[in-house]
């Protein structure tokens, strides 16, 4: 089987995408900024056994002298944006380059649901210059993260608040888990070449029933804050979040906040032969999180 190269690990889709691969018998080659913390944090997850079969690979997306060695062998590359870079052009497509000229020959991008009404986000740039470098590409296109609310929103969240600024709006919420699982089986299976995959869960909801769910679900009341755009902006700025992440986030929400965010597909039940995980499965599974419980 080709070697499969994947960025983004440790990560939401990452970490469980290279559990997901080697269950199908998959070599992997995780290309990481910090290899060593990579392969603790795999560790952790899937337990040391597990990783023999793994190679750790040096990928700084920026510096141009981790890219030979990077890409050396892989054939077929999960590419994930780092959150922190918004620039793109500068700083990925160049290491994109190398991977072509390496040998790689298929590019699965993890993108984003609405891409092609967002052409000023940065996931935009990359499936433009993907289409037009020649390899087999995939687009996995999901919907709003529901890890997002423990992760990056976790500190609102277990104040009992998400906290984030998209109006009434309904979105069709996915689990990164069955995202992993579909990347999987895009890179793994014969059929998904030069595609495009709108990946959401089976169900829309607004932020204020996301609440309530957990809310009936966990025992905890959790609120639903509804910030302004600027305020959102204003909050994260004084948490440390870096300007340009934090635009993403409002593209995203204010997406959200149109309406547009809502649209339900059957592309990741195809993928995945069975219902994707619901808002319901990921409070059980993240109870504590939820609860303020856990870290």
Do not use: C, W
């Not at 298929?106 to 990359?126: I, W």
């Not at 994260?236 to 593209?251: C, D, H, K, N, Y």
């Not at 649209?263 to 059980?284: E, I, K, W, Y």
């Amino acid at each position: 089987m080709d070697l499969i190269g994947v960025t983004g690990v440790p990560g939401n889709v990452g970490t469980p995408l290279v559990a997901e691969l080697l269950a199908r018998g998959a070599r992997v080659r995780v290309l990481a900024r910090r290899p060593d913390h990579a392969r603790q944090v795999l560790g952790d997850v899937l337990g040391e056994g597990a990783l023999a079969g793994v190679e750790f690979g040096h990928l700084d997306f920026g510096n141009r002298r981790t890219y030979v060695a990077a890409f050396r062998g892989v054939r077929r590359l999960f590419v994930t944006r780092p959150p922190q870079l918004s620039q793109v052009g500068r700083d990925m497509i160049p290491a994109l380059d190398v991977a072509l000229g390496a040998g790689v020959e298929q590019m699965a991008l993890l993108s984003l649901q609405g891409v092609e009404r967002l052409r000023f986000v940065p996931h935009a740039k990359l499936e433009a210059y993907m289409q037009e470098s020649g390899a087999r590409y995939t687009f996995l296109r999901p919907s709003f993260f529901l890890q997002n609310l423990t992760t990056t929103h976790l500190p609102e969240l277990q104040r009992g608040e998400i906290y984030v600024p998209a109006g009434g709006g309904r979105t069709s919420f996915v689990d990164v888990r069955d995202v992993a699982e579909a990347g999987a089986v895009v890179l793994t299976e014969g059929g998904h070449e030069n595609r495009a995959y709108e990946l959401t869960g089976s169900e829309s909801l607004t932020y204020g029933e996301v609440a309530a769910h957990f809310s009936a679900v966990t025992g905890r009341p959790i609120r639903y804050a509804d910030p302004s755009p600027l305020a959102f902006y204003r909050h994260l700025r004084a948490r440390g979040v870096a300007p340009g992440q934090i635009l993403v986030m409002e593209a995203i929400y204010g997406v959200a906040r149109l309406g547009l965010a809502g649209r339900v597909t059957p592309d990741l039940a195809r993928l995945l032969g069975r219902s994707p995980r619901t808002v319901d499965d990921f409070a059980r599974d993240h109870a504590d999180l939820i609860r303020g419980e856990g870290a």
